[in-house]
Structures are given as structure tokens and as C-alpha cells.
């Protein structure tokens, strides 16, 4: 079985701030990973995806994650915060040949204030 | 494409009634999930279907709740009957071969009082 924990169900920065979404994951087998992104009243967005190519993944509106297998992490970042960023944000896990059989996080809600 | 269609978006019923949710997939897409969202348990999946075919309905919560696919375009969540903890945000998605990423709708709110 998998799981994610997503550190903070809320997280506050001010615009142009760094953005840290936190994101651990146990697996038994190698997981593929995603971020997902939901803003109000709207189904769910892929932002990026780890399917164990490049460690390092880049996304969609400046945000990227790595992948750390000492650490079972994927945290999401992005080097300056927009107002547009508000939303909840995802981390979620599945695993190869299930690969869309997504396992969630509870989510975090990122606020950017001015 | 217009994406995974999700019908209706807004759903309000009594304690008891009969609820059915509609999904049409990206044409093309041969795997449709259901998933359930609320504030205590966040995002659930209920069932998946591969090429029409039930493969995994372990999510689904108990028998008031069943989904169908009748073919490659289009498929239905029905509970029966109704119950106010039932009230959620209810998405579907679809995928595409071994593709890892799911298309989702704009999801359908069930409030039932």
C-alpha cells in the first residue's frame, strides 16, 4: 500500500516569497508521483510528475519538485510566488502499471498575500 | 476536446432519493476513475474501470453506491438511497493507455439534506 503526508494543510507567503510545499510518501515498490493543483470550484490540474526519469522535475507556472529517495520526499517549489499560486495543492502517489490509481494527500492550501 | 464532461455540476436532494452522476470521458480515454472529495476524508477513490470493465471498487463506500460503464463514452454513479453524509464533491477522470496522467472534470457537488 502508499501514502503521502502533506506537512501543513495551510501555508502562507507573501508575493514574490519562495513557495515550500511539503510532500512525503511511503511506498513499497518504486511510486511514481504527482502535484496536483485545484482552485475553487474546479476539478484538478497536473502540475508535474515524477515517473522515475530525471530526479528533478520541472512543471507547469514555474513549479518544480524533486524527487528524493533517502528521504521518501517530493516537495513542491517555486522560486517566487504569484498572487495567481492561491489554490490547494495535491501531492499524490501511485504506483507503475496502476499508474493513474492515485493515492492523495489531504492537501495544502497556499494563500499569497501582498 | 472539451475534456471529462461531468453532469449535472450542482445536485441538491432529500435524505432518501435516488442520485445519479454522469461522466463522459476524453474520447479516445480507456480508463475512468471516480473519486470523492470532503473536508474530513479528502480526495477517495471509489472505483476504476479499464476498457468498460470494473477493476477496483474497493473505495466504494457500501452497497448504496454503484457505478456503471456502458460503453467507451460515458458512465454513471448511482446511490440509493441517498444519505446526508453523502454530500461531497464527486470527480471523475480518465487516462489514456499507460499514459500517468489523469484528465479530471470540473467535479459534481451533492448535497443531500
Known amino acids: 500500500a502508499q501514502s503521502v503526508t502533506q506537512l501543513g494543510s495551510h501555508v502562507s507567503v507573501s508575493e514574490g516569497a519562495l513557495v515550500l510545499l511539503r510532500c512525503n510518501y511511503s511506498?513499497?515498490?518504486?511510486?511514481?508521483l504527482f502535484w496536483y493543483v485545484q482552485y475553487p470550484n474546479q476539478g484538478l490540474q497536473l502540475l508535474l510528475k515524477?515517473?522515475?526519469?530525471?530526479?528533478l522535475v520541472k512543471g507547469i507556472n514555474g513549479f518544480e519538485a524533486e524527487f528524493k529517495k533517502s528521504e521518501t520526499s517530493f516537495h513542491l517549489t517555486k522560486p517566487s510566488a504569484h498572487m495567481s499560486d492561491a489554490a490547494e495543492y495535491f501531492c499524490?502517489?501511485?504506483?507503475?502499471?496502476?499508474?493513474?490509481?492515485?493515492?492523495f494527500g489531504t492537501g495544502t492550501r497556499l494563500q499569497v498575500t501582498l | 476536446d472539451a475534456g471529462v464532461i461531468q453532469s449535472p455540476r450542482h445536485e441538491v436532494t432529500e435524505m432518501g432519493q435516488e442520485v445519479t452522476l454522469r461522466c463522459k470521458p476524453i474520447?479516445?480515454?480507456?480508463?475512468l476513475f471516480w473519486y470523492r472529495q470532503t473536508m474530513m476524508r479528502g480526495l477517495e477513490l471509489l472505483i476504476y474501470?479499464?476498457?468498460?470493465?470494473?477493476?477496483?471498487d474497493s473505495g466504494m463506500p457500501e452497497d448504496r453506491f454503484s457505478a456503471k460503464m456502458p460503453n467507451a463514452s460515458f458512465s454513471t454513479l448511482k446511490i440509493q438511497p441517498s444519505e446526508p453524509r453523502d454530500s461531497a464533491v464527486y470527480f471523475c477522470?480518465?487516462?489514456?493507455?499507460?499514459?500517468?496522467?489523469?484528465?479530471f472534470g470540473q467535479g459534481t457537488r451533492l448535497t443531500v439534506v
Open positions: 474501470f479499464n476498457n468498460n470493465v470494473p477493476i477496483d
Open positions: 515524477y515517473t522515475s526519469a530525471a530526479t
Open positions: 477522470a480518465s487516462t489514456e493507455g499507460a499514459s500517468t496522467e489523469a484528465f
Open positions: 499524490a502517489v501511485s504506483v507503475r502499471g496502476t499508474a493513474s490509481k492515485l493515492t
Open positions: 474520447s479516445g480515454h480507456n480508463s
Open positions: 511506498s513499497s515498490v518504486p511510486p511514481y
